[in-house]
């Protein structure tokens, strides 16, 4: 049980485009889910923490109008970057927290995103 | 600010080595801590976790990890390493919201 899942799981773009990633619990309802970036050997860096029904909450330095975040249902949030630039480049991972559940995440597999 | 530290960045050891990845966290007051484990071309799994209780944790595939209150430390733990333990570690703690904040992970590689 517990298990997330993300879709693409790795997409190629231009420069310019927007991208949106899928990140799914696929047995259970995540009240909570975040969205983590992790750039190559180094850990995961929160961006935003996305509760259904309500705006995302962001980190500091992480822009909301760039990545977007619908979190429309129980079992789906949606990150969105918008006129991606090589910079956005980045692998993108996305965590669920059980609703009611106890502080715990569990990560989907991640996307790997490379902007041309 | 929350913040956690792994003093190795990149560990080498032989099968059957015993091993021990160090974690400091910063926060003063009441923290759940984690262990996660990233295999190769895999997503991250929990290896396992601590909120309350006893300080000793045991976790899957022969881990455990102890929580020293007095010295903001969660190191983790297991006597003999095989070569498919390979894989980088991350710690993480968790305090007083929902966020969980990274270590910047151990890179674990072993030798058969």
Known sequence: GAVVSQHPSWVICKSGTSVKIECRSLDFQ?????????????????????????????????????????????????????????EDSSFYICSARLAGGRYE???????????? | AQSVSQHNHHVILSEAASLE????????????????????GQHLQLLL????????????????????????SFNL???SVQWSDTAEYFCAVNARDDKIIFGKGTRLHILP
């Open chain 1, 30 to 86: 995540a009240t909570t889910m975040f969205w983590y970036r992790q750039f190559p050997k180094q850990s995961l860096m929160l961006m935003a923490t996305s509760n259904e029904g309500s705006k995302a909450t962001y980190e500091q330095g992480v822009e909301k109008d760039k990545f977007l975040i619908n979190h429309a249902s129980l079992t789906l949030s949606t990150l969105t970057v918008t006129s991606a630039h090589p």
């Open chain 2, 77 to 79: 733990r297991k006597p």
């Open chain 1, 105 to 116: 995440q569990f990560f989907g597999p991640g996307t790997r995103l490379t902007v041309l």
């Open chain 2, 21 to 40: 990845l160090g974690c400091n966290y910063s926060y003063g007051g009441t923290v759940n801590l984690f262990w996660y484990v990233q295999y190769p």
């Open chain 2, 49 to 72: 976790k601590y909120f309350s209780g006893d300080p000793l944790v045991k976790g899957i595939k022969g881990f455990e990890a102890e929580f020293i209150k007095s010295k903001f």
